[in-house]
């Protein structure tokens, strides 16, 4: 009886010591592979789909300092770099040197190309397309953020981009983007003159310590755990919120910070322009409804923002009907997300670039005197 005890006892320690043991090795394995994937990557292990992170100010914003390579699943790979602004690329001068024209773009997924490198996005298309003097340097910067609408675009301009000093604040606005500023109007607050301040996110304003967030940071095994668990039963509807026409349309009111941006942009002796960013999604239904002859949810988004450019003298540069124009525009469109390859990019670049040098005379007259330089 007394011998039956102690083996029964002495297996239950063996079985303990095992299971530490095992577990130790799992947690040494996880922290090792942590390590020098993050040596590799020169930053933080994260995927194009992590770029962005909640924000106190804008409800969401690009993680900051972050240089990596990663591989999906379909096996292409990328590069991602961002600057201490959130911006996709290398630090930019503060205060802007003299005799540079500065170009901030403005805009979500597509114009961030988190899936295209770097010389790949629509800003560097568009800074190749512009930059033509001798005497004047034209810069273009990448203020995109994935996953976030034209609200969230004038909070990260009234917070932290505005130092910039952009010369020429570019917005690109696409349908697809205009869905994510339905949570953000929750959360958002004005300033004593009526304009939006911040709309603070609630998982940047965790103050209160959780147990499972201890737990998580301290054992790399759990948290690695606790994410593959939420990837595996977490259901697409819940990842991504549904891309869906609002009905009635989109009016003033989901445009209305284009004029508050405009106000800013002005304010900080700037120019503000708007362009309609192409999509997959808004191109096939806007070709569709142009092949039955019936209106489409596009045009909601074309006539107020002709509203804004007759009232606010905001000028506009419609990119939708020279998209539909095209025989298979799909192929400008990545098949994993939806967003332009490079060639679309190019292709929006070089639209953007001959509205710009039509519409702004500081750009034609940067033009004129390259090619009278060239000439000597």
Request: overall charge neutral.
């Amino acid at each position: 009886m007394a011998n039956t005890l102690l083996r029964s006892v002495l297996c239950f320690c063996a079985a303990v010591v095992l299971l530490a043991l095992g577990v130790c090795a799992l947690e040494f394995g996880c922290r090792s592979w942590a390590f020098w994937d993050s040596v590799d990557s020169k930053g933080p292990p994260v995927s194009p789909d992590e770029i962005t992170i909640p924000s106190p100010t804008s409800w969401t914003e690009v993680r900051r300092l972050v240089d990596f390579k990663y591989v999906l699943p379909d096996g292409a790979s990328g590069h991602i770099r961002t600057n201490e602004l959130g911006i996709r690329g290398p630090s930019v001068a503060i205060p802007k040197p003299l005799g540079t024209y500065r170009i901030l773009c403005l805009g979500g997924s597509n114009l961030f190309g988190a899936e295209v490198a770097e010389e790949e996005t629509v800003t560097a298309y568009l800074q190749n397309n512009l930059s033509l003097s001798n005497g004047v340097k034209i810069e273009v910067i990448n203020g995109g953020c994935p996953k976030s609408g034209p609200l969230s675009h004038v909070l990260r301009y009234r917070s932290t981009l505005s130092a910039l000093q952009p010369d020429l604040v570019l917005l690109c606005v696409s349908v697809d983007d205009l869905v994510y500023d339905l949570d953000v109007r929750g959360a958002l607050r004005l300033d004593p003159f009526r304009q939006p301040a911040y709309a603070a996110h609630p998982a940047s304003l965790k103050h209160d310590f959780s147990a499972v967030d201890g737990i998580r940071r301290d054992f790399v095994s759990i948290s690695w755990l606790i994410d593959w668990a939420g990837r595996t039963f977490m259901t697409s509807s819940s990842q991504h919120p549904a891309l869906v026409p609002r009905e009635g349309g989109y009016g003033r009111r989901e445009l209305g910070p284009i004029v508050s941006l405009s106000q800013m942009v002005s304010a900080n002796y700037g120019r503000l322009i708007v362009s309609t960013a192409p999509s997959a999604w808004g191109i096939e239904q806007a070709r569709t409804a142009i092949t039955h002859q019936r209106p489409h949810f596009s045009d909601d988004l074309r006539k107020v923002l002709v509203e804004l450019k007759v009232s606010d003298q905001v000028p506009v540069h419609d990119m939708l009907p020279e998209m539909c124009q095209i025989p298979s525009p799909q192929t400008l469109f990545s098949s994993r997300r939806g967003n332009m390859t490079a060639s679309g990019n190019e292709l929006y670049a070089e639209s953007l670039a001959k509205y710009l040098t039509q519409l702004i005379p500081e750009l034609m007259h940067v033009q004129a005197q390259s090619k009278t330089q060239d000439r000597f």
